[in-house]
């Protein structure tokens, strides 16, 4: 099975802070790795798809890169409404989802 | 609008059985695969179990392989989750996602639609 492992597990940023999260996965993954934002008592949000590719609807602050083994979430100017955990998630063999990495308020 | 609906949750004591619901609306249920995800108290995502679009093909998690079956009714346009031999383990809020395209198969791509979760708690 295919390990995704995110660093840092937690972090703290201010409101206009520009943040990277680390995704790495066990073995090549292509392109196939998933971004996602939860917030407490809400189903998860899906951010960027294919490691560089923004949904719809999501803010461009947010963006995404690598391929292979490891990749990286950026946030260009952290918003109010950003603080939430991340999960990054493989599609390349079955599915398996990084630990998460929760963004606090400085 | 585009929505997927959990219901089946509750509480069932160790070694019985459970079955979730996933009610889909808003799109052309029949042409997605769908996923099962869960969520235990305080911790990360754990995808369970997919099934194609027509219910052929079906894989599994290994910590669930043969106790959990996914299966789904096109023409009733819901998916489910029989949960059998329930851990205690096993208790976790279950989300059921949608892949972003209808693809034969099981695409190798994100959820971009989820249900809000029912909640399953295994104690005696």
């Known amino acids: 099975d295919i390990q995704m492992t995110q660093s840092p597990s937690s972090l703290s940023a201010s409101v206009g802070d520009r943040v990277t999260i680390t995704c790495r996965a066990s073995?090549?993954?292509?392109?196939?790795l998933n971004w996602y934002q939860q917030k407490p008592g809400k189903a998860p949000k899906l951010l960027i798809y294919?490691?560089?590719s923004l949904q719809s609807g999501v803010p461009s602050r947010f963006s995404g890169s690598g391929s292979g083994t490891d990749f990286t979430l950026t946030i260009s100017s952290l918003q109010p409404e950003d603080f939430a955990t991340y999960y990054c998630?493989?599609?390349?063999?079955?599915?398996?989802f990084g630990q998460g990495t929760r963004l606090e308020i400085k | 609008q585009v929505q997927l609906v959990e219901s089946g949750g509750g509480v069932v004591q160790p070694g019985r059985s459970l079955r979730l619901s996933c009610a889909a609306s808003?799109?052309?249920?029949?042409?997605?695969?769908m996923h099962w995800v869960r969520q235990a108290p305080g911790k990360g995502l754990e995808w369970v179990a997919v099934?194609?679009?027509?219910?052929?093909?079906?894989y599994y998690a290994d910590s669930v392989k043969g106790r959990f079956t996914i299966s789904r009714d096109n023409s009733k346009n819901t998916l489910y989750l029989q949960m059998n031999s329930l851990r205690a383990e096993d208790t976790a809020v279950y989300y059921c996602?949608?892949?972003?395209?209808?693809?034969?198969?099981?695409?190798?791509?994100?959820?971009?639609?989820w249900g809000q979760g029912t909640m399953v708690t295994v104690s005696s």
């Open positions: 998630q493989q599609s390349y063999s079955t599915f398996t």
């Open positions: 294919a490691a560089s």
């Open positions: 099934i194609s679009y027509d219910g052929s093909n079906k």
């Open positions: 996602a949608r892949p972003r395209g209808p693809v034969r198969g099981v695409p190798n791509d994100a959820f971009d639609i």
């Open positions: 073995q090549s993954i292509s392109s196939y």
């Open positions: 808003g799109f052309t249920f029949s042409s997605y695969a």
